[in-house]
């Protein structure tokens, strides 16, 4: 028993309940804002250490094989992370705002350790409890707007369809259990009998149920509305976490307990990221609110990732892994400045940004540079990313997708551009936007890195190479 | 694939048994129906007003922390009876467990969920 491989889950679980302790101890008038910024500190240092855990060939286990601990989970438990700090970081005026903040900070906390579980699991049982960790905790999150009868809305809709698709994985995981007997991925690869009529039947059910997490496009019905209604910070993390760590174990199952029908999955999902692709982009040009729309892209960004996954090979294993950062970056830039406009503006609709260049420059240039970064624009990363999933495609063979991709992306410029120019025309009501000294310094490490790692990708795809490549031996 | 027969036995069994059940008095059954017989309620009081109704939302919190403690027990008794077995480790994991459930109380308690407002 080396419980010194879960230590980061252990950290952000202790961290969580220190939070309600000390939110507890605490007289009620007393502002929460020193927990946000416990959380930041407590996080911030547990992501650096991270970095010392990466290693050339040593894996880990823990307890019998239900949780791996190796390269590419430390990646995404990296890039959880900094999502979850980012968040917090500009959401803090957003969060002081809402009636109970320190659970807020703890729901987060219990999403990520959901995450950071999904990230390591080995074993159908330890994915089920870090999916569900993960989602219940966003059940909550999603409806934590009280006032707000949009984000009760969000909430129950979430709640419904999300126990739906649970009930669907938890039944493809019993079918998988009748078939080969295990849970564990490695044995469940090796039975010849899971390639039976019912172990199909468990290996698609558990597919969708993942495609829902990700929504992907015929399971995406619930993204827009729960996205719309649900609190901005809760928006970008189920935009960037949510989505991220659903991909992160779906690679996962693929290539390990799947791995033997892999090729006969690569003709689907290539059709499943085409649809995703051509679908969000489409449904996302004529929205109004610019949640709604970030929604639909979302969408088209988890069918651009998908291409990386049909690839099939570290090249498009690492595809995936920068573009899920570098789209957690441009993300978090976005939504940065979605929140501040929701607080200043009370709503998220096109009209409410418009002049955002004279009232707040800065929110402005950052909202531009994530959204050209989403749309692949060449000095942000964005290019950078698409410019690897797409190499790596066509490399396996799939000239079609790429050019489903090359087109779509185009035609996104579109619907991200009509943003950029409602935000730099129109006439300003002569407001000013101030900008606290933590959102300011959330969108600028966004934008900054945003930027470093479109210009000079080779410093973040040296550590992707490292997870992809340890992971696909 | 027998162990799984098995199952399937049971299965049908259990769908055919009601459906039974439901058929055989429908048969033999003597009918002499009056006004008192064919009300809703035949052996309990007549229901008055709506049955939508709002419930005091205390109900379920207090069921909800009730869980808490059921789970709780679920988890003590076979750490109770294999206790010698376990040794410290885990005596130290239960209490970590219990402790977990103890900051759930006590946020429940100061939040005011067990006051009935």
Known sequence: ?473 | MSYFAKIFILLIAATIFPIMAMIVPLIIQPRQPNKEKNSQYECGVDTVGRNIIRYRISYFLYAIIFVVFDVETIFLFPWAVKFNDLGLFALVEMFIFAGILAIGLAYAWKKGALTWK
């Open chain 1, 1 to 473: 028993m080396n419980l010194y491989v879960i230590y980061p889950e252990i950290t952000v679980l202790v961290l969580a309940l220190a939070l309600i302790i000390i939110d507890l101890l605490l007289p009620s008038e007393e502002t929460r804002r020193p927990l946000g910024y416990i959380t930041i500190l407590v996080l911030s240092i547990l992501a650096i250490s991270l970095f010392w855990q990466y290693h050339l060939t040593i894996s880990a286990y823990f307890y019998q094989g239900l949780f791996y601990y190796d390269n590419y989970a430390i990646f995404f438990k990296q890039l959880f992370l900094l999502a979850v700090i980012l968040t917090v970081l500009f959401s803090l005026q957003y969060i002081d705002t809402m009636k109970y903040s320190s659970e807020f900070y703890s729901m987060i906390l219990f999403a990520l350790t959901g995450m950071m579980i999904l990230a390591s699991a080995n074993d159908f049982l330890t994915f089920f409890i870090g999916l569900e960790l993960m989602t219940i905790s966003f059940y909550a999150l999603s409806g934590f707007g009280l006032t707000n009868k949009k984000s009760s809305e969000a909430a129950i809709k979430y709640l419904i369809i999300g126990s739906l698709s649970t009930a669907v994985t938890l039944y493809g995981i019993s079918l998988i259990y009748g078939t080969a007997h295990s849970f564990d991925f490695a044995v469940v690869c090796k039975n010849p009998e899971f390639f039976s009529a019912l172990g199909i039947a468990g290996m698609m059910m558990i597919t969708a149920g993942i495609f829902f997490k990700m929504s992907i496009i015929p399971f995406h019905m619930w993204a827009p509305d729960t996205y719309e209604g649900a609190p901005v910070p809760v928006t970008g993390l189920l935009a960037m976490g949510s989505k991220a760590a659903a991909i992160a174990v779906f690679m996962r199952i693929l290539f390990e307990a799947f791995f033997p029908a892999a090729d006969y999955f690569m003709p689907v999902l290539a059709v499943f990221s085409a649809i995703c692709m051509i679908g969000g982009n489409i449904a996302a040009m004529k929205q109004k609110n610019i949640k709604r729309m970030l929604a639909y892209s979302s969408i088209a960004q988890a069918g651009y990732m998908m291409v990386g996954i049909c690839a099939a090979s570290p090249q498009g294993l690492k595809g995936v892994l920068f573009y899920a950062f570098l789209y957690v970056l441009a993300n978090t830039g976005a939504f940065a400045v979605v929140t501040v406009v929701a607080l200043e503006k009370k709503g998220t609709d096109y009209e409410q940004f418009t002049a955002l260049s004279q009232s707040a420059p800065v929110l402005a240039m950052v909202m531009s540079v994530s959204l050209l970064s989403m749309a692949g624009i060449p000095p942000t990363a964005g290019f950078a990313g698409k410019l690897y999933l797409f190499m790596a495609v066509v490399e396996h063979g799939y000239l079609w997708l790429a050019f489903v991709g090359f087109i779509m992306s185009m035609l996104s410029v579109y619907y991200y551009l009509k943003v950029v120019r409602v935000m730099y025309t129109g006439k300003s009501d002569g407001s000013t936007i101030t900008i606290s000294g933590a959102v300011r310094a959330a969108v600028l490490i966004s934008m900054t890195a945003t930027v470093v790692f479109g210009v000079w990708p080779q410093y973040l795809s040296m550590l992707t190479d490292f997870a992809a490549i340890t992971f696909l031996r």
